[in-house]
């Protein structure tokens, strides 16, 4: 923008000294209907975190059973204990974030909370975050204690395997909301 002149209302300067049109950004935005926003979250059903849990559940199962076969071959079987060990790092933590988002003192609480009130959710969200974050740190501090001849790699791909399941759970929860 020259000095010495003003802008026109359509154009305005960003922060970083940019010039922005606003015509164009506001005549493509439509603000959706009170119907239209209903009828698009019916389209897009949320998941339940306790889902996700089972999910992983469900994996850490598999990952576990799978590798009996190569202990039973090798007779190593801290490679079983080390996958199980590895996906319990991963599932513990979600469901105490789970059981604290969705049943906890905190989650009854500010379940009678407004729809505006999301300062006191989101500061929720990241108390609850941080607890699984540290549960985690401090399961796989204690890895190397808790099993005796540790196989790291059998843990990582425990963990790994559990961790990875939001994806399949997510994706499986869309083919099934987009089933007629």
């Known amino acids: 923008m020259l000095r010495g002149t003003q802008a026109s209302a359509e154009e305005r300067e960003s922060p970083n000294g940019l ?3 606003t015509a164009t950004e506001d005549e493509s935005f439509t ?7 209903q009828a698009l979250r019916a389209r897009q059903p949320q998941m339940s975190v306790w889902a996700l849990v089972r999910w992983q559940l469900v ?3 598999l990952a576990t059973t799978s590798t009996v076969p190569f202990a039973l071959v090798w007779g190593e079987w801290v490679w079983v204990v080390s996958v199980f060990y590895g996906g319990l790092c991963a ?4 469901a105490v974030m789970a059981y604290g988002l969705t049943g906890s003192r905190w989650a009854r609480k500010h379940a009678a909370q407004p729809a505006g009130a999301v300062r006191g959710v989101l500061g929720g969200v990241f108390f609850w975050e941080g607890v699984k974050i540290l549960l985690a740190i401090a399961l796989l501090a204690l890895a190397p204690a808790l099993i ?3 196989s790291w790699v059998g843990l990582l791909v425990g963990l790994v395997l559990v961790l990875k399941v939001y994806w399949l759970a997510f994706w499986k929860q869309s083919t099934l909301s987009a089933a007629p």
């Open 91 to 94: 599932l513990l933590p979600t």
């Open 59 to 61: 994996m850490l199962l």
């Open 31 to 37: 603000p959706l209907t009170a119907e239209q926003a």
């Open 19 to 21: 010039q922005v049109d």
């Open 148 to 150: 005796p001849g540790l």
